[in-house]
C-alpha cells in the first residue's frame, strides 16, 4: 500500500510538473509571438512615418519650384501685372505651408536649410535680393536643403 501511494504521489507530481512545463513553454511562446508583433508594428511605423516624410519633401520641392518660376517670371515694372501678384502670393503661401509641414515631419537638422530656402525663395520673388540674379541667390540655399534632405531621409 505505501508503494501505491508512493506511485500515486509520483505520478500526481508528474503530471503538476508536467501541466507547469506546458504553461511555461505557452507562455515563452506567447511572450516571443507580442515581442514579434511589437517589432512588426515598430516597423510599419517607421515606414509609414518616412513614406510621410518622403512626400512632404516632395510637397516642398514641388512648392519651390513653383515659387523659383514665380521669381522667373516676374514682370519688370513692379505692380505693373496683378495677375502675376496674386499668383505669386498664392504659390508663396502654399511654400510657407509645405515648408512648416515639412517642419513637423522631420528632423531638427532638417529645419534651417528648408527655412532658409524658404526665405532665399520669398527675396527672389519679391526682388529683394540686389543685383544678384535669381539663380545665384538660390543655388547655395538649394543644395544645401536637398542635401539636408537626403540625410534625413537616410537617418533611421
Known sequence: MAM??????????GVALGGALTALS??????????LEERRQAAATSEAR????????????????????????RPEAWGDDEDWNSTASGVMTRLWIAERHLVLLSDADLHAPVHTFGRALNQ????????????????????????????SLASP
Request: aromatic fraction near 6%; charge should be negative.
Open 4 to 13: 501505491e501511494v508512493w506511485a500515486s504521489i509520483f505520478s500526481l507530481a
Open 124 to 151: 527672389a520673388v519679391w526682388r529683394e535680393t540686389g543685383d544678384v540674379e535669381v539663380n545665384e541667390h538660390l543655388e547655395e540655399h538649394k543644395i544645401a536643403s536637398m542635401a539636408a534632405a537626403r540625410a
Open 50 to 73: 518616412r513614406a510621410e516624410q518622403m512626400q512632404a519633401i516632395k510637397d516642398f520641392i514641388a512648392c519651390a519650384q513653383d515659387a523659383e518660376r514665380a521669381a522667373y517670371s
Open 26 to 35: 505557452q507562455r515563452a511562446t506567447q511572450r516571443s509571438a507580442e515581442r
